[in-house]
């Protein structure tokens, strides 16, 4: 049965920063590209960051240079570094995993950034 379970969200004033967790059982992060959705009120889910078995990354545009994804395979966890949060960044953050056209999601975690 797979898992993904998310922590570190929560509240904090814009210019802070947050690092959310998602732990997986029942897959492995290190062989399958995994990543982060957010969904804010009103808007459409939208990709975050991900990372390849190979490490690559991407990144939508509006977090370059603030968000960085990480994996540690040792732990099988992704992260999700998340610095100089701004207002429009607040939402609720998805973490997925990729597993041959599988996709697998958590429970999803908030994230507010106060102005």
């Known amino acids: 049965q797979v898992q993904l379970v998310e922590s570190g969200g929560g509240l904090v004033q814009a210019g802070g920063s947050l690092r959310l967790s998602c732990a997986a059982s029942?897959?492995?992060?290190?062989?399958?590209?995994a990543g982060w959705y957010r969904r804010a009120p009103g808007n459409e889910r939208e990709l975050v960051a991900r990372?390849?078995?190979?490490?690559?990354?991407n990144y939508v545009d509006s977090v370059k240079g603030r968000f960085t994804i990480s994996r540690d395979n040792a732990k099988n966890t992704v992260y999700l570094q998340m610095n100089s949060l701004k207002p429009e960044d607040t939402a609720v953050y998805y973490c997925?995993?990729?597993?041959?056209?599988?996709?697998?999601w958590g429970q999803g975690t908030q994230v507010t950034v106060s102005s």
């Open positions: 997925y995993g990729n597993v041959v056209g599988t996709t697998y």
């Open positions: 990372i390849t078995s190979d490490r690559r990354t």
């Open positions: 029942g897959i492995i992060f290190s062989t399958n590209t």
